[in-house]
């Protein structure tokens, strides 16, 4: 499986911006997508998750209320739709995939794939 991730750059505190992930090639042993991110001098953490089907979803907390997370079931791409950006929320942000049923999502040890990061940045 190879991810594509685009969108991303720079945006001032409190506007919004649309990252996407594109899966392709054995997509059938995805079971779900995420996207975690990692800002500088810090480890990378869980942001958000969607199921293949698009039918579950999970936020971390810090992210919660503004961040939705989507999965296009034509063209195999799940979106971050992020509103309302902090500048804490400035990071590289990596999606990834994994095709084992867990439930530990929030989990980067359960991803087996992983797209190249894109970088967004919130200024204050």
């Known amino acids: 499986v190879q991810l594509q991730a685009s969108g991303g750059g720079l945006v001032q505190a409190g506007e919004s911006m649309r990252l996407s992930c594109a899966a392709s090639?054995?997509?059938?042993?995805?079971?779900?997508m995420g996207w975690f991110r990692q800002a500088p001098g810090k480890e990378r953490e869980f942001v958000s998750v969607?199921?293949?089907?698009?039918?579950?979803?999970m936020y971390a907390e810090s992210v919660k209320g503004r961040f939705t997370i989507s999965k296009n079931n034509a063209d195999n791409t799940a979106h971050l739709q992020m509103n309302n950006l902090k500048p804490e929320d400035t990071a590289v942000y990596y999606c990834?995939?994994?095709?084992?049923?867990?439930?530990?999502?929030?989990?980067?040890?359960?991803?087996?794939?992983w797209g190249q990061g894109t970088q967004v940045t919130v200024s204050s």
């Open positions: 990834a995939a994994t095709s084992r049923i867990s439930t530990i999502w929030y989990s980067q040890n359960e991803y087996d794939y």
């Open positions: 090639g054995r997509t059938s042993d995805v079971y779900v």
């Open positions: 969607v199921t293949w089907a698009g039918t579950t979803t």
